[in-house]
């Protein structure tokens, strides 16, 4: 009857420090998929001030050549039609 015992309040408390785990496995799981997302924001966020950084050097180019020689600024042009 004591072995049984034993084997009863052992296997409770594996299962209960399995559940634990679990529960510890998902928080890390979605802290991951926060700490991810925020990542993916924040190249985004990048990525497009990097284009709207090119489109002011486009402009200024294009002022600054006076509409006589726009294709000197034309490689500004295909780097952000290549962006999209």
Request: overall charge negative.
């Amino acid at each position: 009857m004591r072995v049984m015992s034993f084997v009863l309040v052992v296997a409770l408390v594996g299962s209960l420090a399995g559940c634990g785990g679990a529960d510890r496995r998902a928080a890390r799981a979605q802290e991951e998929a926060a700490r991810q997302q925020a990542e993916s924001y924040a190249l985004e966020a990048e990525f497009k001030q990097k284009r709207l950084d090119l489109l002011e050097k486009y402009k200024n180019c294009v002022v600054e050549s006076e509409k006589d020689n726009v294709e000197d600024c034309d490689s500004y042009l295909k780097v952000l039609e290549a962006m999209q």
